[in-house]
């Protein structure tokens, strides 16, 4: 059965960082592109950043570039999201999604989710 | 690219056809992906590529459309199809999805 697992989230002060964690299974992890897409409080969904299943090709929301680093650990099974310099609008559930190619853009889709760890931006 | 949806809420019964609407502000060819969200849970894909349904998801369900204008079709409502559906463009990054389309019970 293929799962992801995210954790990580938390409270936080405005400025400060947060390494968000996702651990996949059931799937073969380095041949899929990986996305993390949020949601605020109330509202509709916000992708955020999505890395190729090599992790050589990285993209961003312009709402989090040069803040946000994605990344992932093939050999463990597990994708990250570093959050720096985090603001108030930047509170939401964060979710992981399982791309359904390799390299994106190519007509992805999200077609496995994790079940979200809340992050909370506040003093 | 920008997404828009129409209606942003709507009220129907059990039973009902109900058809929502997503439109690109610039051609997407057919790479528009179609999720249902619930209440407290994560996203799931129904339908991606404009029409190509899931593995597992109800044949009432459909999708249809290219370059701009897309729409997805429940064809009879049923009380587990009412949630918030959103559409998602991945012709390009970054990945935007629509504001969604909220399906209450009439």
């Known amino acids: 059965e293929v799962q992801l697992s995210e954790s990580g989230g938390g409270l936080v002060q405005p400025g400060g960082s947060l390494r968000l964690s996702c651990a996949a299974s059931?799937?073969?992890?380095?041949?899929?592109?990986m996305s993390w897409v949020r949601q605020a409080p109330g509202k509709g969904l916000e992708w955020v950043s999505a890395?190729?299943?090599?992790?050589?090709?990285?993209f961003y929301a312009d709402s989090v570039k040069g803040r946000f680093t994605i990344s992932r650990d093939n050999s463990k099974n597990a994708l990250y999201l570093q959050m720096n310099s985090l603001r108030a609008e930047d509170t939401a559930v964060y979710y992981c999604a399982k791309d359904t190619e390799v390299v994106p853009p190519a007509g992805d889709a999200f077609d496995t989710w994790g079940q979200g760890t809340l992050v909370t931006v506040s003093s | 690219i920008q997404m828009t949806q129409s209606p942003s809420s709507l009220s129907a019964s059990v039973g009902d056809r109900v058809t929502i609407t997503c439109r690109a502000s610039q051609s997407i060819s057919g790479y528009l992906n179609w999720y249902q969200q619930k209440a407290g849970k994560a996203p799931n894909l129904l339908i991606s590529?404009?029409?190509s349904l899931q593995s597992g998801v109800p044949s009432r369900f459909s999708g249809s459309g290219s370059g701009t204008d897309f729409t997805l079709t429940i064809t009879s409502l049923q009380p587990e199809d009412f949630a918030t559906y959103y559409c998602?463009?991945?012709?390009?990054?970054?990945?935007?999805f629509g504001p969604g389309t909220k399906v209450n019970i009439k």
């Open positions: 890395i190729s299943g090599s992790g050589g090709s990285t």
């Open positions: 590529a404009a029409s």
């Open positions: 059931g799937f073969t992890f380095s041949s899929h592109a």
């Open positions: 998602q463009q991945s012709y390009n990054t970054p990945f935007t």
